[in-house]
């Protein structure tokens, strides 16, 4: 009986043993700078896998702060990098899917993109996501809340699907999670995600006057001008229903 209770155990070892996966493991020879490695399931990141070759393009380092922004009518997102002082465009990422009309979201189930600033902190990654990889952009913020604005999980994330969520495929966001981690886990404490309509140029603005939301876009142009003006995200306050933007102190 002891013996037949040995071999069992020892069956079912084995089986447990086939099963799981070997941890992958980084190799960071390749790396000059010294960066965390970053294991994800069933990928491995390193800086030689970045599609991001313009890092080194642009002087830009692993692990800077970062700062995004979204145009909705464009369907692009773009990744900049603190390079020195000032932030530099790292890449423009096609946005494969977005949901809705051009206006802020402003009820769950209304299937709309969100409009304004939020802020991701590294509680906000995901790498377990079933959408592949995600980032919970905060939704809804301090000034949604004020509101009266409802809804929650609203990411940036992989896959090609999106209910109120802007999906960047697999691929890109592969691209844009690492560089998103990498700058949160050295110390950036939180990056700011800026979401816009569209482009926020004087013809943009001018086509879209008399829509129900031109007043709600013009506030948020003035932090679209501050950063196309210095390279350096606004600082942001939310009161009164209102956003309100200062130079970056």
Avoid at 66 to 81: D, N, P, T, V
Avoid at 106 to 133: A, M, W
Wanted: net charge positive; aromatic share 12%.
């Amino acid at each position: 009986m002891k013996y037949l209770f040995l071999s069992i155990m020892i069956v079912l070892l084995s089986a447990c043993s086939h099963k799981t996966k070997p941890q992958k493991i980084c190799k960071t020879t390749e790396l000059k700078e010294e960066v965390p490695v970053l294991i994800f399931p069933e990928i491995c990141y390193t800086k030689p896998r970045f599609k991001s070759s313009n890092l080194e393009a642009i002087g830009a380092h692993l692990g800077s702060p970062i700062y995004m922004r979204i145009f909705k009518a464009e369907q692009i997102l773009e990744l900049w990098i603190k390079v020195g002082k000032r932030y530099k465009r790292l890449n423009t990422y096609p946005i494969l899917k977005t949901s809705g009309e051009l206006g802020p979201k402003t009820f769950e189930g209304d299937r709309q993109n969100p409009e304004g600033v939020y802020f991701i902190n590294i509680k906000r990654l995901n790498r377990f996501s079933k959408y592949h990889l995600a980032m919970d952009i905060g939704y809804p913020n301090k000034l949604d809340r004020s509101l009266g604005r409802t809804g929650n999980l609203i990411m940036i994330h992989g896959n090609k699907k999106s209910i109120g969520c802007f999906a960047m495929g697999d691929d890109g966001i592969e691209d844009i999670y690492p560089i998103a981690y990498t700058a949160l886990d050295l110390g950036q404490r939180y990056f700011k995600v800026a979401i816009y309509p569209f482009i926020m140029s004087e013809k943009n603005m001018q086509d879209y006057e008399g829509h129900p939301w031109h007043s709600f876009w013009e506030e948020l142009k003035v932090g679209y001008d501050l950063f196309e003006k210095t390279h350096l995200p606004p600082d942001v306050t939310m009161k009164d229903g209102l956003y309100t933007f200062k130079p970056y102190r």
